[in-house]
């Protein structure tokens, strides 16, 4: 099992939140390929860190 985390820094609000509904929808396709866990930590208005856990 291992643990990646991906740091997203955006110029504003909106390109943020349109990049992290693109990734719910893309992740939803990687449970069957080993992904066990996902969760978006909110860093400011323009920034946040993606963390995934596989087995």
Same mark, same amino acid.
């Given at each position: ?6 740091? $997203? &820094? *955006? ?5 943020? @939140? +349109? $990049? &992290? *509904? ?5 992740? @939803? +396709? ?9 969760l ?11 963390l995934?856990?596989?087995?």
């Amino acid at each position: 099992m291992y643990t990646r985390t991906h740091v $997203f &820094k *955006f110029v504003n609000k909106v390109s943020r @939140d +349109s $990049f &992290k *509904f693109f990734c719910i929808n893309y992740t @939803d +396709s990687l449970f069957k390929d080993g992904l066990n866990f996902s969760l978006f930590i909110d860093i400011s208005d323009i920034s946040f860190q993606f963390l995934t856990v596989w087995k």
